[in-house]
């Protein structure tokens, strides 16, 4: 029928068949010229030169164009005519040498000269072009993931990912360690977030947690005897999404008995050595080591990247008291050497200050070690003899512009200024072309502190988890509260690039200790029986001296195939705000399941922007399901051009919406029922 489109006509559509596929589409080359070939794929690109049709067919090996003569095969060139971008198409026909090559094609001395198109189905024009390079928003891509898995760079990243977990657990059976399941539906496994609950229908107002970690179980297998464990497993935290998270994602979870932390060291040194071998990276070991407090002294930071220098110095003497008073220097005074910097006009300068303060610094001050003599933007303040002290601190050389930084607040054990000097370090690094790329800089750090003090909660966390173990000669530390900052943990980490790649620890392996340590962070004896009991008991049972380690695998595989996000090697991504957009998860659920389930959610919560620059929030009672009346749309009080929709509340129960104008902080109410 003339004007129907091919999708309204399926009787066009053929069926695959007894036919079966010969060759890849990418794997055909010059010496199959003569065989006949049959492949299957999905159409990258049709041209249409009159008599002769191109068709362009793109399976997961790569492309390979399909020629269609109308001369001598008509009625398979009639049928290329209906096919269009991504449709399936199955073409058998014959390998022909091309007259001029396309270089720029693996199969580009070769046509398939077409005997017989199957289109096998058809394809709604796609939102985005399936190319390398592609220009659709990130949250296109996600939406529409399975179209954007079909581009060449995704099926390369989940290769790779492939790869490289399949070595690892190569390597991980040739050292003797047995891959071990822990469950999914577990209780909480402290490692500092929130956990993702699981309501129990059997056992009504009952919760599961999805773990954090397999931590607890893995200690469990050591006091089971299974000597060395490990295990490639997905693991769950709810916690604030930063752009290298995700809400779920997969670790290599390693653990063993009667391990010296260079056992440890040397099984995950084999382990890297070996994956950055299947990404064509070559690395040696052993790894350097460094400890907690240089590597904030140093670089200021717990991951340092150490692919370049610019190393901070401590330069707090330089400012004598009456210049910390005018400048407001509470605590210390980091600095370090700009390369080539010193040319940095008034208006960058002004900027790298305003960075700075945005990072946390109380100030940011300058001196540039020009040809023509140093200068400092507090030279007045702290002299010309301070000035040079500061240039020469750095190691600074002409050319070079030094940046010291004072923080704004201190932070109890921590090297404030050092922080904040870590991030300038970095942005210059990036800025000034200082980092080679082309370097693999893995670092071992340890000496960590047991706890970490927390502002929010103004008490002492464990800085890991709660089974980190403690040196020996600390021990006594833990009953005397003003010292517990001093406290050394037997923790370490593993850095590549910058970029934190795992932890872990020697851990405690005596109830006493563990009993100890729960009581240092507070926990009552009822509250460590009801969370931990079944743990503390275990341990009495002989429980070897053990620890391990666990790489967070999205990480490793994001470095290894030089990409910038983790998203890109996971096949199915959430947003930053933790929601699948091609699923559409999280979602709401049927009342029905609530009710099996004994919960009622309290309020719904709906979050959008409005159009004005302001947003919006909903709060209903229920979400309704399917096509159920809405209440209609709520309008925006500042610009009443703009609406929102209120698909999806129920009217039936209680609901209001509320709005926020851009740069106010006072939600208003304009709508409910
Ligand atoms: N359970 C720890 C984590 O997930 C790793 C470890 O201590 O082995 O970070």
């Known amino acids: 029928m003339a004007g129907q489109r091919i999708w309204e006509k399926p009787n066009v559509l053929d069926f695959l068949g007894n036919l079966k596929r010969t060759h890849y589409c990418g794997a055909l080359r010059a010496s199959d010229a003569g065989r006949d070939a049959t492949v299957m794929g999905w159409v990258h690109r049709r041209r249409d030169l009159g008599n002769l049709l191109f068709l362009d067919v793109r399976d997961r090996s790569g492309i390979v164009q399909v020629v269609f003569n109308k001369e001598t095969q008509p009625e398979a060139h009639a049928k290329a005519e209906q096919a269009r971008s991504e449709f399936v198409v199955a073409v058998e026909g014959t390998v022909t040498r091309r007259e001029k090559a396309n270089p720029e094609l693996a ?13 096998l189905n058809n394809a709604k024009t796609p939102p985005f072009p399936i190319e390398e390079e592609i220009s659709a928003s990130e949250e296109t891509r996600l939406r529409y993931r399975y179209l954007d898995l079909r581009r060449p760079k995704p099926h390369r990243n989940l290769a790779l990912r492939h790869k490289i977990l399949l070595e690892m657990r190569r390597v991980m059976d040739e050292m003797g360690f047995i891959e071990v399941e822990t469950p999914m539906l577990t209780r909480s496994t402290p490692e500092g977030a929130r956990d993702y609950l699981v309501p129990s229908r059997v056992h009504h107002g009952k919760f599961y947690a999805l773990p954090q970690s397999p931590q607890i179980f893995k200690q469990i297998l050591m006091i089971g005897g299974l000597d060395r464990y490990f295990q490639i497993v997905k693991c769950f935290r709810d916690e604030d999404l930063r752009a290298d998270r995700q809400p779920e994602f997969t670790q290599l979870d390693v653990e063993m008995s009667f391990p010296r932390q260079e056992d440890i060291f040397s099984v995950i040194e084999n382990v890297m050595v070996r994956a950055c071998a299947v990404a064509g990276i070559e690395v040696h070991a052993p790894f350097p080591h460094m400890l907690y407090k240089e590597a904030i002294r140093k670089y200021g930071s717990d991951k340092p990247d150490m692919r370049f220098g610019m190393e901070l110095h401590e330069v707090t003497d330089c400012f004598p008291a009456e210049a910390k008073q ?8 980091f600095a370090l050497a700009a390369p080539g910097a010193a040319g940095y006009s008034r208006k960058q300068l002004d900027e790298l200050a305003e960075k700075a303060k945005g990072l946390g610094a109380r100030g940011a001050y300058f001196v540039k070690v020009a040809a023509e003599g140093i200068t400092s933007t507090v030279g007045k303040l702290i002299g010309a003899e301070n000035v040079k002290k500061l240039a020469e601190a750095c190691g600074a050389k002409t050319g070079d512009l030094v940046v010291a930084v004072s923080a704004k607040e201190e ?11 870590g991030q300038l370090r970095l942005q210059l690094g990036e800025a000034l072309g200082q980092i080679d790329k082309t370097q693999w800089k ?13 502002e929010t909660d103004k008490t002492w966390v464990s800085a890991q988890h709660p089974f980190t173990g403690i040196v020996e000669e600390d021990l006594d530390l833990l009953e005397q509260s003003e010292r517990r900052g001093q406290i050394r ?44 009991g079944f743990f503390l008991d275990a341990l009495t049972y002989g429980t070897p001296p053990h620890g391990g380690i666990a790489l967070g695998l999205d990480r490793v595989t994001m470095l290894l195939a030089g990409e910038k996000s983790i998203r890109e090697v996971i096949a199915f991504a959430k947003t930053t705000a933790a929601v699948d957009l091609m699923a559409e998860s999280p979602s709401s659920v049927d009342p029905g399941q609530l009710d099996d389930l004994g919960i009622s959610v309290k309020l719904y919560v709906l979050q959008s922007e409005c159009g004005c620059g302001g947003r919006w929030r909903v709060f209903s009672e229920r979400m309704s399901q399917g096509a159920q009346q809405s209440p209609g749309a709520a309008t925006c009080p500042e610009s009443p051009q703009y609406f929102l929709p209120l698909v999806g509340i129920s009217n039936e129960g209680r609901w209001w919406v509320e709005h926020l104008d851009a740069g106010s902080r006072d939600w208003k109410r304009v709508l409910e029922r």
Do not use: M
């Open 489 to 532: 943990s037997k923790g370490y980490d593993l850095v590549l690039n910058g970029v934190e790649l795992g932890s872990g620890s020697i851990r405690i392996h005596r109830q006493d200790i563990q009993e100890r340590l729960f009581k240092a962070l507070g926990l009552t004896e009822e509250q460590l029986r009801q969370r931990f």
């Open 107 to 119: 199969t580009g001395e070769i046509d398939l000269v077409a005997t017989k198109l199957h289109i």
């Open 411 to 421: 932070i109890k054990g921590a090297e404030a200024a050092a922080l904040v000097a």
């Open 326 to 333: 005018k400048l407001r220097i509470g605590g210390s005074v």
């Open 442 to 454: 893995f670092l071992w750090l340890t000496g960590f502190p047991l706890f970490e003090w927390s």
